[in-house]
Nanobody, 126 residues
Framework: QVQLVESGGGLVQPGGSLRLSCAASGFTADYYIIGWFRQAPGKEREGVACISSSDGSTAYTDSVKGRFTISRDNAKNTVYLQISSLQLEDTAVYYC???????????????????WGTGILVTVSS
């Protein structure tokens, strides 16, 4: 059974930084993708970043490029999302998700993601 556990969320001031972690377990595949998604209050879920376990290739949604960095530690089966220059609009529940293979074109819509974590709240407030 694949399980994903997010951590690292909390309350952060605008302009601050945060690193979210997604610890994965139960994998049997060698090649998989892990994506980070978020859902702000009253808004639809959106994908923010995705990474491939095989070659480390990444994808970002345009609105977060330059502020969000996704990385992986395959030995720990953990994927990180570093967020800098946090803005009020970054307030959301952040989820990680995983699926097999390579990053699909419509990853940000959740395509290719078979398992989801329960999410963790990030609140940006002064």
């Amino acid at each position: 059974q694949v399980q994903l556990v997010e951590s690292g969320g909390g309350l952060v001031q605008p302009g601050g930084s945060l690193r979210l972690s997604c610890a994965a377990s139960g994998f049997t595949a060698d090649y998989y993708i892990i994506g980070w998604f978020r859902q702000a209050p009253g808004k639809e879920r959106e994908g923010v970043a995705c990474i491939s376990s095989s070659d480390g290739s990444t994808a970002y949604t345009d609105s977060v490029k330059g502020r969000f960095t996704i990385s992986r530690d395959n030995a720990k089966n953990t994927v990180y999302l570093q967020i800098s220059s946090l803005q009020l609009e970054d307030t959301a529940v952040y989820y990680c998700a995983t699926g097999l293979g390579s990053i699909p074109t419509m990853w940000a819509e959740g395509h290719g993601m078979d398992y989801w974590g329960t999410g963790i709240l990030v609140t940006v407030s002064s």
